[in-house]
């Protein structure tokens, strides 16, 4: 079966507190792997995207960083958290079949930065 | 730089009546485009993806037809439920160097009433 897994699903940090988000997936050995955000009241953007270990591409300039230190984790982070922060994470991967471009999403890690 | 947009962002309908949502893209040169559904609180779930050379895909109630050329892709869904209440999204994707990366619309949120 083709899963994929994030956590925490919800976290409350202060301002200046690190951050680490994890997604794993399981069934297929080097997915894509993505990292978007929904803030309140935008859209989907996206962070991060990753085609192999050690592989990370930015989309936007921010006070977050990728790695991906196994073939199949995928970890978000920041050094000092603002305010900005907060809002909906989500992973995402190209699953069993990733030629037809088609994205899978986690559950979501809630975000709350005060 | 590709722009979705999805009209209206909010629908209210009786139980039974057909949804009809509409999305549109401003770069045809798509890869595929993708619809999913949002419900409260929760990650995404896939309900169809188009390739760029298909013209429909279907899924029980659910059908999804795009138009290339004019950008433009609809979301039907017959006989509507109070389950299909939820925030429907379309995604636009296009390869680039590696890894297929989405362009989300805002969203529509859907209100269906017994």
């Known amino acids: 079966s083709q899963t994929i897994h994030q956590w925490p699903a919800t976290l409350v940090q202060p301002v200046g507190s690190p951050l680490s988000l994890e997604c794993t997936v399981e069934?297929?050995?080097?997915?894509?792997l993505y990292w978007y955000r929904q803030a309140a009241g935008r859209g989907l953007q996206l962070l991060f995207y990753s085609v192999g270990i050690g592989q990370i591409s930015s989309e936007v300039p921010q006070n977050l960083s990728a790695s991906r230190p196994q073939d199949r984790q995928f970890i978000l982070s920041s050094k000092k958290l603002l305010l900005s922060d907060s809002g909906f994470y989500l992973c995402a991967w190209t699953g069993l079949a990733p030629s037809t471009g088609e994205l899978f999403f986690g559950e979501g890690s809630r975000l709350t930065v005060l | 730089k590709q722009e979705v947009t999805q009209i209206p962002a909010a629908l209210s309908v009786p139980e039974g009546e057909n949804l009809v949502l509409n999305c549109s893209f401003t770069?045809?040169?798509?890869?595929?485009l993708q619809w999913f559904r949002q419900d409260p609180g929760k990650g995404l779930t896939s309900l169809l993806l188009?390739?760029?050379?298909?013209r429909e895909q279907t899924s029980g109630r659910l059908n999804a037809s795009l138009d290339k050329s004019s950008g433009r892709s609809t979301l039907y869904i017959a006989a509507s439920q109070p389950g299909d209440s939820a925030t429907y999204l379309c995604a636009v994707g296009k390869i680039k160097a590696a890894g297929n990366k989405l362009t989300f619309g805002g969203g529509t949120r859907v209100l269906v009433k017994p």
């Open positions: 770069d045809s040169a798509i890869y595929n």
């Open positions: 188009i390739q760029s050379s298909q």
């Open positions: 069934g297929t050995s080097n997915p894509n």
